[in-house]
Structure formats: structure tokens, C-alpha cells
């Protein structure tokens, strides 16, 4: 079955430090990868995705995401997080225009 | 970029009434339509896919007379939740992807959501 896991629930970070959120993936062919952040209370907003190509990927706000095909991972980072990248991540796949698979969320907490 | 447009952000209703949730695509036309639900603390669960034309396709556990959906032209879809009660509080979220896209190359827009709360 196609999945997307996230295994770290909560992460911990000061501001200031550099930051990487897990991604792993499992499904039948390399499926299409994104990032999400959500605010609280707020819907999704995408920061980056990969469908082909240059396995570092850039986005918004800094971040940037490596594909791992050996690996099956697809990893968030960022050189220097700021207090307001608080928020929850979410790593998704989905495969062509199939429906989007979402792992269970990161929540960062940013400390000053 | 690309916005979905969701309405209301937040509505409040008493139990047994029913509650319309609509999601436009603003500056691009979709032929699918995405509903989830978030519950506290967890990740988004995909409710059911939506068709433009054609009767939308529910995940499995879903209730397809309680949670109706409706996708009646190429920007518009609603969700309608009858006889809510106090479980459907949650949070749900629909996403489009654009029409005009390259199979699977694009991502699917989020609309902002919309916080139910069903006394």
C-alpha cells in the first residue's frame, strides 16, 4: 500500500539553527513529492515539490528538500530556522493525478 | 499562483441541521477536487475524490449519504454535511489541481479551510 511517513512527531529546534524534518515514501514507482506547512488554524501552503530532475529541490522561505531514490526518503531543510517557520509539516506523494497521500504531520517548535 | 478559495472559514451549527462547505478554484479551472478532514492532532484523511460531471468517488469508512458532494462546474465543489453531529467537528480542507496541468506534474491547491463546530 502507498504511505508516506513521517517519523518525527514533534521537533524542537532554537532559532538560528539549521533544521531537517524526515520524509520516507513507499509506493510501487517514484511517485510526485511535496512539502506542506500549515499554521494553526490555517489550510496547506505548498513549499516545495519534486516531480523530475534535479533531486535538490528549492523552495519558500528558505527551504529546500533532497530526493533520496536509494533511500526512499525526501527530507526538509533549512541552513536557519526562524521563529516564525513554527508550524506543522507535512510531507505528501502522490502518484501521477492519483490522490495525494499525506504522512502524519511534524510539528516544529521554534525556542528563541 | 494558483488560489482555492474556501467559504466559510469557520461555521457553527446546532446538531441535526445541515452545513454547506464550498471550494473554488479562483484563477484556474479543475476537473478534480480533493475533500479531507483533519483531526486534532493528526494528519489529513482524504474523504473523497471529486469529479466534475460525475458522482465523486468516497475512501472506504466514509459516509457517502452523510458527507454529500457536489462538483457542478469546473471551479466549483461543496460539501454538504447533513444532520451533523457533534463528532463531524473538525476541520476539513479541499484542494484542486488545475486542469491545464502535464499528467501529474502539479501540485494540488489547498484551500484555507474550514473549521466546523457542530453543539
Known sequence: AQSVTQPDIHITVSEGAS?????????????????????????????????????LVQGIKGFEAEFKRSQSSFNLRKP????????????????????????TGTKLQVIP | GAVVSQHPSRVICKSGTSVKIECRSLDFQATTMFWYRQFPKK????????????????????????????HASLTLSTLTVT???????????????PLRATQGETEAFFGQGTRLTVV
Open chain 1, 80 to 103: 536557519s530556522v526562524h521563529w516564525s517557520d513554527a508550524a506543522e509539516y507535512f510531507c505528501a506523494a502522490a502518484g501521477g493525478y492519483q490522490k495525494v497521500t499525506f504522512g
Open chain 2, 83 to 97: 444532520s451533523a453531529h457533534p463528532e463531524d467537528s473538525s476541520f476539513y480542507i479541499c484542494s484542486a489541481r
Open chain 1, 19 to 55: 533544521l531537517e524534518l524526515r520524509c520516507n515514501y513507499s509506493y510501487g514507482a517514484t511517485p510526485y513529492l511535496f512539502w506542506y506547512v500549515q499554521s494553526p488554524g490555517q489550510g496547506l501552503q505548498l513549499l516545495l515539490k519534486y516531480f523530475s530532475g534535479d533531486t
Open chain 2, 43 to 70: 494528519s489529513l484523511m482524504l474523504m473523497a475524490t471529486s469529479n466534475e460531471g460525475s458522482k465523486a468517488t468516497y475512501e472506504q469508512g466514509v459516509e457517502k449519504d452523510k458527507f454529500l458532494i457536489n
